[in-house]
């Protein structure tokens, strides 16, 4: 008889009970995913590990540098119980129908239970070729796994739904890009890895049948509320169109840019997935455009929103055959305009210290973002240094003033925003600890993350680490830190962020 007591003092990945929820939801469609083990990484050794990440699967600190929590997460030794995989799924890329796609670099291990109660899907990213790589190598670089690491766990910290980011294992076996890199494995979470392209698949493939199995799993297992709905399947497309509208009203009220939004790309829980070449505005152009690649500017900042609801459209033609007619579909689609401007406006408005609205609001806040282009002001700075303005004109607005070339343009808007502040009675007190809660002092620059990398890539793996702790606390002060709020140093100007990863 074993009489050894299950218990543990500091919980190791040994204790992870894996299910494998979504292999078998589609047991019986052997072609919505291939089981796969991850192909071994040669010496893998730890980058980093997100604490916060572990804590939502009860893993300790201690846990996560450990040896077997590297060779789990390598992709070395496969967990008890994991069943792995890699799914198959289909997407639009840069607006045309791009067919198959799928997991070609990423293999899920399966769902465990999550510290809020629920679950979450373990996935490793860069674990190898599946049946889906078509002309990769299934492979992802050093590089690419630290900025997915790094900003999954930056977007968290801002309260931005995501994907998380739990660990980097690197190894010294090195992959072709533009030039040979070191490569990487990270392990992502999320309840699940649906994509509006997963729906996509079964519809142009004219699959009906599948494509009701996966509408049916996606909304009894994270809609279950819709179940009740008199057409749950136009009640899917409703609520996913509106966490989309409010996911883009979130990434533009923070400046970050996707880069890649294409519908294979796209979470249909409203996460923010797949972080390629993404980036955060530093020198306001709203016509920016951060993915290298994308030269005719199709996921350009402005043009994110639009493209949030294209996405949703292309997932409602997929959904078409489900809810049963244009009128219903088009419904379910028709609010996420509304929707986006209703949360954008909020969130501008806890970012100006706003607690009212006013029907000028809108001028003030174009003429805001008119001034900042003008000037080519860094939006992070000018938005965490709006909050230091006092109402009486006696100063703490210097450093806010000098990002503007334009200072007579600028004084001109200050006053208009002091007028508008007083007559809601702004305090200034009050109204800066609302505006710090909203406007984020630490975003992570692309220089930021380059210099974490260069280091990493000559294995010092402290400023990733440290650049990570920063970032889970981007609303706080940290004045020990205060350098890694500035603008980017003159060299970083040359950074260019491609599909290339
Ligand atoms: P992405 O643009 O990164 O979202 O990738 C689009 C598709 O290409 C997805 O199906 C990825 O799995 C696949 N893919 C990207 N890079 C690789 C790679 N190095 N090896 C295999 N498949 C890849
Ligand atoms: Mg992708």
Not at 253 to 263: C, D, E, L, P, S
Not at 306 to 321: D, E, K, M, V, Y
Not at 445 to 460: F, S, V
Request: aromatic content about 10%.
């Amino acid at each position: 008889m074993n009489n050894r007591l299950a218990f543990s003092e500091a919980p190791g990945i040994e204790h992870l009970r894996f299910a494998n929820s979504f292999a078998n939801a589609f047991a019986d469609s052997p072609a919505a995913y291939t089981r796969l083990a991850p192909t071994p990484l040669p010496a893998p050794y730890l980058v980093a590990a997100s604490e916060q990440a572990a804590q939502l699967i009860g893993l300790t600190p201690a846990a996560c540098g450990s040896d077997d929590f590297i060779q789990t997460f390598s992709g070395n030794r496969a967990a008890a119980d994991s069943q792995s995989l890699a799914a198959v799924y289909s997407g639009h890329q840069f607006g045309v129908w791009a067919g198959q796609l799928g997991d070609g670099r990423a293999i899920l291990l399966g769902d465990v239970a999550a510290s809020d109660g629920g679950r979450l899907e373990l996935q490793l990213k860069g674990s190898g070729s599946t049946p889906y790589s078509r002309m990769g190598d299934g492979r992802a670089v050093l590089r690419s796994s630290i900025r997915e690491y790094l900003c999954s766990e930056a977007m968290a910290a801002l309260g931005i739904p995501t994907s998380r980011a739990l660990s980097v294992i690197g190894s010294d076996q090195l992959a072709m890009r533009e030039r040979p890199e070191t490569t990487a494995v990270v392990t992502r979470m999320a309840p699940s890895f649906v994509r509006f392209g997963s729906f996509e698949h079964w519809y142009y493939n004219n699959r009906p049948e599948q494509l009701k199995t996966l509408a049916d799993y996606v909304i009894a297992g994270f809609y279950p509320e819709l179940q009740a709905a008199a057409n749950p399947y136009q009640a899917l497309l409703a609520e996913v169109t509106r966490r989309t509208a409010h996911l883009m009203a979130q990434w533009q009220a923070v400046g970050f840019m996707h880069g890649v939004m294409n519908t294979d790309n796209m979470s249909i829980l409203g996460l923010t997935l797949d972080y390629g070449p993404f980036g955060f505005m530093e020198a306001y152009d709203p016509r920016h455009i951060c993915n290298h690649t994308d030269q005719q500017g199709r996921y350009a900042y402005n043009q994110q929103p639009q493209i949030g609801h294209w996405n949703c459209f292309a997932l409602g033609q997929a959904l078409l055959p489900l809810i049963g007619s244009v009128e219903q579909t088009e419904a379910a689609l028709s609010n996420y305009q509304a929707l986006y401007g209703a949360k954008l406006d909020e969130l501008l408005h806890a970012k100006l210290g706003l607690l009212t609205h006013q029907a000028d609001d809108d001028k003030l806040l174009d003429a805001m973002f008119a001034l900042m282009q003008g000037s080519h002001v860094d939006f992070t700075l000018f938005f965490r240094r709006l909050g230091n303005l006092r109402l009486d004109g006696s100063g703490g607005d210097e450093t806010l003033r000098d990002l503007f070339i334009d200072r007579a343009a600028f004084d001109a808007w200050a006053l208009q925003y002091r007028a508008r502040l007083k007559l809601e009675n702004s305090q200034d007190h009050e109204r800066k600890l609302v505006m710090d809660a909203s406007n984020p002092k630490y975003v992570l620059r692309n220089y930021l993350a380059q210099t974490a990398i260069e280091r990493a890539q000559e294995k010092d793996f402290s400023e990733v680490r440290k650049l990570q702790q920063i970032l889970e606390n981007p609303f706080d002060e940290q004045p020990q830190h205060a350098q890694y709020a500035e603008l980017p140093p003159d060299w970083a100007r040359g950074l260019e962020v491609s599909c290339s990863s």
